[in-house]
């Protein structure tokens, strides 16, 4: 019954569009327009979808022409490049048809807004392409406007001219990059030439200000591509200028980037990791975050010259914001493969509902084929649930399992790789000046580091064996105290860092019957986040005392905290990721995951925080008897 309610709100649906009048399908045009401008991307898709319908049904051409337009510019925003294209070429050839279908006394005043239009579409696939780094194709596009556009007769002519000529000298630049020899020339001299053509056409013209600054930028980079530097830094800092005056954010934030590049190019570093720190800042505060990547990778190659610390700074800032884009590109494709099932869902529906308008008999056939179906349908499930109600459960706790390996293999390893192949960037950049004795330290740094990770790896496997069923939890006596002064070493460079005292307060002679591994990557864990969260050149306590059969362990930092919002759901999942006193950067999974271990374990974990004031973190082990 519940497939049948389905189909039949279809039916009414499809119905209901059909029979919209003029002010209905105003209303819904208004709608695409306004998700438009208030940038509801998907929306703006789910609302011309549905207006297709409506269109296609009642042959308005002109509309769906617009439509199609409006959805490509949504798709394109939306960074789903591929429906973009498709919905500019439908919106291509949509226009063909409506020119051809002009009289012969209007088809020639006619053909020149619908080429003008079909223009305008093609150069968006262009632009599409060129973010692709199709350039080829890109370049074939832009060329073919131009051979669209004709011979210039208005302003308006003249303005699309220069956007052509700098969109193709911008493609130009992008190829040199690949070529040789006398071809590289050839191609910029070509796009120099072009970019000239395009800024003089900009400027006698009228451009708007901001296509004026791209302009202006444009040339910019080819003069400085052929050698021209003085001439390509005057012209960006006269397009920074500009955009100052516009108050512009994106173009500001592109513009100091790009001169960070010339910079750097010039081997000035320092002047270059300080207009990458300019555009990094414009691009955090207005959220451009494929302008930040940018910019934070040019601060990373640029700092690497002359501030290791700095560098570091770059690359976890970088890695962190990478991490972030990848979890929104996910959301982004499971929304989309959903709406695309939606789609097809209703599509499918709607075919089967006009099939059954046939006659009467036919639709009380497939009626009752539908419901005898239901009928077996939920009588298999049930049958089928029933048997695969504990495999379904393995295979929940399996992919639980997996979700935590992946958290602690990030929270584990990334900073530590990083680190480590920082250091060695500096010493291979380094190398012939640096000093024997300083070598040496930079080597026993290292070895220290890779002890570490070696160690780490190991409690890991341990884990990964215990996780997934193929190792014992087996237990032994261990030293307490050892144990703790061995995690405390392990942090040593960090706690030496912040100036961080560490308190022991643990009685000698307190042995652990317990899986000694899972006690020492918990007491890591918590150690490490003590010492992440505690402020600068404060004090951490660890202390144990004995009730009954079991030590409770207590670590106490003086810092951060966490709100109690933050304190009520960080044993239950996976956090947000939040960074430490230092900006030192975590994945919001530790202290989930030690919560796993010890329940595992038969034992508990308990935590008391408050904002800007500590965290104290207490759990059990089983003391030897």
Known sequence: ????????????????????????????????????????????????????????????????????????????????????????????????????????????????????????????????????????????????????????????????????????????????????????????????????????????????????????????????????????????????????????????????????????????????ERHYRTAMDIAEENGFDELLMTALNGGYESAK????????????????????????????????????????????QIALQEEKNKTIRIKFVVLSVLAVLLLVLMVVGFYVGFKRKRQNAALANINKSKDHLLSVVSHDFKTSVGSQNLMLDAMYNSLEKMPMEQLKDKVLMLKTSSDALYEKMFHLFEWMKLELGSGATKHEAFDLLALVQDCVKAQETEIHQKGIEVVVAIDEGMIAMDNKTMVRLVMQNVIGNAVKFSWPRSQVNIKATQESARFWVEVEDHGMGMSPEKNAMVLKEVVTPSKGTNGESGTGAGLLLCAHFLERNGEKIEIESAESIGTKVRFSIKAMT
């Open 305 to 348: 010259q002359f501030d290791l610390k700095l560098a570091l700074d770059y690359f976890e800032q970088s890695t962190a914001i990478k991490d972030s884009i990848f979890n929104a590109d996910q959301q982004r494709l499971l929304r989309d493969y959903q709406a695309r099932y939606d789609l097809s869902e209703k599509e499918h």
């Open 1 to 272: 019954m519940k497939r049948l309610c389905v189909i039949c709100l279809c039916l009414a649906m499809s119905i209901g569009c059909l029979a919209q009048d003029a002010d209905s399908l105003d209303k819904l045009k208004k709608r695409i327009y306004s998700h438009y401008y208030q940038s509801e991307f998907s929306e703006v898709v789910n609302c011309g979808n549905e207006a297709l319908e409506v269109y296609k049904a009642n042959g308005l051409l002109f509309d769906m022409a617009g439509c199609y337009n409006v959805m490509g510019n949504a798709y394109q925003r939306l960074g789903q490049f591929k429906e973009a294209i498709e919905c500019y070429e439908l919106c291509a050839e949509t226009m063909e048809s409506l020119k051809n279908s002009e009289s012969d006394e209007n088809r020639e005043e006619a053909s020149a807004f619908y080429d003008k239009n079909i223009r305008y579409t093609r150069n968006n696939m262009a632009e599409i392409y060129t973010t692709l780094g199709e350039y080829d194709e890109a370049e074939k596009l832009y060329r073919n406007c131009v051979e669209m556009l004709g011979e210039p007769t208005d302003t308006i002519d003249f303005l699309d001219l220069s956007v052509y000529l700098q969109n193709l000298a911008g493609v130009g630049l992008k190829q040199a990059v690949v070529l040789e020899g006398d071809e590289k020339q050839q191609r910029l001299d070509s796009a120099v030439e072009m970019a000239e053509q395009a800024y003089a056409l900009s400027e006698q013209y009228g451009d708007k200000p901001f296509k004026r600054v791209n302009k202006t930028f444009t040339l910019a980079q080819a003069y400085f591509a052929i050698g021209r530097t003085d001439e390509g830094l005057a012209l960006a800092n006269k397009a920074l200028d500009m955009a100052e005056a516009q108050d512009d954010p994106y173009l500001k934030a592109e513009i100091h980037a790009i001169l960070g590049g010339f910079e750097a190019q010039l081997g000035k570093y320092a002047a270059a």
